[in-house]
């Protein structure tokens, strides 16, 4: 396994979407010798992930932005080097190409003429890098966000890169995922070379096998290059206020105690659960969600959480047995929440979705906020009050006007959380709430569930996130690997 790591050298550079009036990053200079292994930080919609499309070559041509100064990688513009990168994308469906394992990850190995008698292997090993245990046959459609996240990795490795450039690639991972991955980035580097840029939000996983940290600056520029130690040693108070996660700055937040609630809002008898109506994910869940409290569910990836918190939500019917609501929240077709109107849902049960633009319907964020509250019919100065509080809540006031569809990752996931919230419905199922997230971001999607929950609001949260389980505090539905292989 080997490959020529690449240089990447940006002076000036920057990159201005078609029809947006603000650079997506601006003012960036900088030189990753070959070899390098770069944390590229920075608050969330400061370009990051911009700034690294941009390494791949993937951002288009005039047509699609502008762009200004030069980002040059082996001294040619990136465009004519996208067989010597690898990029691994934030989002992992979009990262899915063929609808079988095997071939998507052999998928880059055979756009760069990779013999076909070589590339068997490197599947299999790229597979066994990244621990994604399952046949090669298997449609990538059955696989969780989890493994679809390993699955992109395993199709960049495959390909040995001399540049490998990789975004939140743990970010829907189960603790053991995250450190699967890491150690296989760490091997698949020290065996080939190759050049690496991460961008990640859980900077301790990767501090200590990082050369170097740059800093993004939200207004252009760089906030911070240099060694890891220098630069969180150094500016670490000014980074963690500008929304950057720094290693062993903790949280200033309440944990809330394991709440004893009376009486539960959700019930599950015998239940099995199942993402495509034939088998069973997971099966005789005898559930109890206690009334105005948080309940996490926690678990490996594919175990089914996401579909068991469809299921509660009302959106997946079971496979068998039955989920049940409390009697304060009947709807016309009884209890049972995958049997009611989608506007007794909107009041009773709020889903927010593990990709968050699978929730978005309107043109703005603004407009967006008030699909919930206009759907209700509430009064427009209601509508108004609203949408204002939780927009200056999740630090989305300025992106009001901006397309749901144009934000960073991070936005779009505190909007999806505050859509859902617009309606003040009696449970919110979130699943992944805080993926994505830098500091600021983090700790205004945090207190603001921490204060639902103090309203008495029902908090259902599926997370991989230590520290959303710990300052949220409440009951832990924990399941195992899923039934069904």
């Not at 079988?100 to 998928?107: E, K, L």
């Not at 579909?307 to 047995?321: I, K, Q, S, V």
């Not at 949408?387 to 999740?394: G, H, M, S, T």
């Not at 989305?396 to 569809?405: G, S």
Request: charged share 25%; with cysteine; net charge negative.
């Amino acid at each position: 396994m080997t490959a020529s790591a690449a240089r990447v050298v940006a002076d000036g550079w920057g990159w201005r979407y078609a029809g947006r009036r603000l650079p997506a990053v601006r003012d960036v200079t900088f030189t990753i010798e070959p070899g390098e292994r770069v944390l590229l930080l920075g608050a969330s919609g400061a370009g990051k992930s911009t700034l690294l499309t941009g390494m791949a070559g993937l951002l288009g041509d005039a047509e699609e932005g502008e762009r200004s100064g030069s980002l040059q990688v082996d001294g040619a513009d990136p465009e004519s080097q996208r067989g010597r990168i690898g990029l691994v994308l934030q989002d992992p469906d979009a990262g899915v190409v063929l609808s079988r394992v095997g071939d998507d990850v052999a998928f880059g190995c055979e756009n760069l003429g990779v013999p076909a008698e070589e590339i068997p292997a490197r599947v299999s090993e790229a597979l066994d890098a990244v621990g994604l245990d399952v046949p090669q046959d298997r449609p990538t459609a059955a696989l969780s966000g989890g493994q679809k996240q390993r699955l992109a990795l395993a199709g960049a490795l495959a390909m040995r890169p001399g540049l490998l450039l990789l975004d939140e690639p743990t970010a829907n991972l189960d603790p053991d995922g995250v450190r699967e991955i890491r150690a296989s980035v760490e091997r698949v580097v020290e065996a080939t070379g190759a050049t690496l840029v991460v961008i990640e939000h859980r900077t301790a996983v990767w501090a200590d096998m990082m050369t170097r940290v740059i800093v993004v600056g939200a207004d252009g520029g760089l906030l911070a290059d240099g060694a890891p130690a220098e630069v969180f040693g150094t500016h670490g108070d000014a980074l963690a206020d500008a929304g950057v996660w720094v290693p062993g700055h903790p949280v200033r937040l309440p944990v809330l105690p394991a709440a004893d609630p009376e009486g539960a809002i959700l019930t599950t008898r015998d239940l099995a659960v199942t993402r495509d109506r034939r088998r069973a994910v997971q099966h005789g869940l005898d559930l109890v969600v206690p009334d105005g409290a948080a309940t996490v569910i926690v678990g490996p990836n594919g175990a089914g959480k996401s579909t068991l918190a469809l299921t509660l939500a009302g959106l997946l019917d079971p496979l068998e047995g039955a989920v049940e609501a409390a009697e304060r929240l009947r709807g016309r077709r009884g209890l049972d929440p995958s049997r009611w109107t989608s506007r007794e849902l909107l009041t009773r049960i709020g889903m927010v979705f593990q990709d968050p633009e699978h929730q978005f319907l309107a043109q703005t964020v603004r407009e967006e906020l008030a699909v919930g509250p206009r759907a209700l019919g509430w009064a427009k100065d209601r509508i108004d009050a609203v949408v204002d509080a939780l927009l200056e809540r999740l630090g989305l006031t300025a992106l009001a006007a901006a397309n749901p569809f144009t934000l960073s990752g991070g936005q779009k996931r505190r909007l999806s959380v505050a859509t859902v919230l617009a309606a003040a419905p009696a449970v919110v199922v979130l699943d992944e709430p805080t993926f994505g997230q830098d500091r600021r971001g983090w700790i205004g999607i945090v207190s603001l569930l921490q204060e639902e929950i103090a309203r008495g609001t029902t908090v259902i949260a599926v997370t991989h996130d230590a520290d959303v389980i710990r300052h949220l505090g409440g009951h832990r539905i924990g399941l195992t690997a899923a039934v069904a292989a």
